[in-house]
C-alpha cells in the first residue's frame, strides 16, 4: 500500500465527526486539534504495528507533513511545537497500547491522561504530572470506556481499509 492513500485515509478518518468523542463532547477548536493529533499518532502506530508501509524518512515526512497541514486548519501550531506534540503523544500511546495488549485492562492512568489532554491541557508539550480524575459526569469507568470505544472506531475504520 502507497503511503499517499493511507494517510489521505487515515485523515479522512481522523477528522471524521461522526468519531464518539466528538460526538459526545463538546469540544474547542484546540480541543479537537488535540483529539485529532491523538488520531494521527494512533494511525502512525497501527501503521507500524501492522507493518503496512516501509518505515523510509520518506514515509514518515510525508505523514507527519500531511497531518501538520490538516491541524494547522484549525489550530496555529509552529512546526516544532507539532513535532514534539506528536512524538510526545506518540509514546505515550504506544507505552498504554503495549500495557493494555499485556493486562487487558485500560483502567489506570492513560484513560486520565488521555481526557485531560484532550479536555483539560489540549496542545500543552508539558507534563500534566499525577493528577486525580475528577468530572461530575464520569466516573473512571466510564471514561476508560470512552477511551475504548475511540480506540476501537479508529481500529476498526483502519482495517476496514487495509481489508478492502
Known amino acids: 500500500m502507497h503511503?499517499?492513500?493511507?494517510?489521505?485515509?487515515?485523515?479522512?478518518?481522523?477528522t471524521n465527526k461522526e468519531s464518539p468523542l466528538e460526538k459526545w463532547l463538546d469540544l474547542e477548536d484546540e480541543n479537537v486539534a488535540e483529539l485529532y493529533l491523538f488520531h494521527f499518532a494512533y494511525g502512525w502506530l497501527f501503521i507500524q504495528d501492522n507493518k503496512i508501509?516501509?518505515?523510509?524518512?520518506?514515509?514518515?515526512?510525508y505523514y507527519l507533513s500531511e497531518v501538520y497541514v490538516v491541524l494547522l486548519q484549525i489550530s496555529p501550531l509552529e512546526a516544532g511545537l507539532f513535532f514534539e506534540l506528536f512524538s510526545d503523544r506518540f509514546k505515550n500511546l504506544a507505552r498504554e497500547l503495549a500495557e493494555f495488549?499485556?493486562?487487558?485492562?485500560?483502567?489506570?492512568?492513560?484513560?486520565?491522561?488521555?481526557?485531560?489532554r484532550i479536555c483539560?491541557?489540549?496542545?500543552?508539550n508539558n507534563e500534566i504530572?499525577?493528577?486525580?480524575?475528577?468530572?461530575?459526569?464520569?466516573?473512571?469507568?466510564?471514561l476508560s470506556g470512552m477511551f475504548a470505544h475511540q480506540i476501537n472506531y479508529l481500529q476498526d475504520n483502519l482495517k476496514q481499509f487495509i481489508n478492502n
Do not use: C
Open 53 to 61: 508501509v516501509e518505515m523510509k524518512d520518506e514515509s514518515i515526512q
Open 129 to 142: 504530572g499525577n493528577f486525580q480524575f475528577q468530572h461530575e459526569d464520569w466516573n473512571e469507568i466510564e
Open 120 to 124: 483539560k491541557y489540549p496542545l500543552l
Open 101 to 116: 495488549r499485556k493486562t487487558q485492562t485500560l483502567l489506570g492512568t492513560f484513560p486520565n491522561y488521555f481526557y485531560s
Open 3 to 14: 503511503i499517499n492513500n493511507l494517510t489521505k485515509e487515515i485523515i479522512r478518518i481522523a
